[in-house]
């Protein structure tokens, strides 16, 4: 079985919408505008990097992402070659980027199941929050890798999803502070 990993950029009220300048929010780019840089912090994405073997995402991310990332090498290097898997009822073949790498599109959760219960290593989820509500409602994710930013926004997008589910136990397994006070904390969801 592969281990799903939800990582993000929250806000300590739960916001993870348009961290890094997406348009439509109010506080769009809030990662940048209100807290000053710690390279340090950051190490986290460079790790998930190395460490994936795949990414899922939703639609919308998968839209947003394809834009940027396909020219951004030095970055991005390890996820532009990495498979990609599209979650989404809407989409079709030939809304799929060419210079992205081998992409795949998933129509449910039960398709996500049967990719998370096969072979290979780490799925890791950027964004895409409507996914990740599903991901949780379905109890697919296995960890969460998420940088706490000292701010709170108040409104937006929220990492976890607000419909009634069983409670679930989570266990704390890194985490660090770091001199601007973001805080990485590393979640193993316990079954």
Known sequence: MRTLIVTTLISLDGVMQAPGGESGYRHSGWTFNLVQPDEAAYELKAI?????????????????FSKVWPDMDEEFADYNDQPK???????????LVENWGQTTILRSMADVARLRAGDGGPIIVHGSGTLVHCLQEHRLVDRYHLLVFPVLLGEGLRLFSDKPLEAQRLQLVESESYSNGIQKNVFDVIR
């Open 85 to 95: 898997y599209v979650v989404s009822t809407t989409l079709e073949e030939r809304d």
């Open 48 to 64: 998930e990097q190395s460490d994936a073997t795949a990414m899922l995402l939703g639609r919308r991310t998968y839209q947003e």
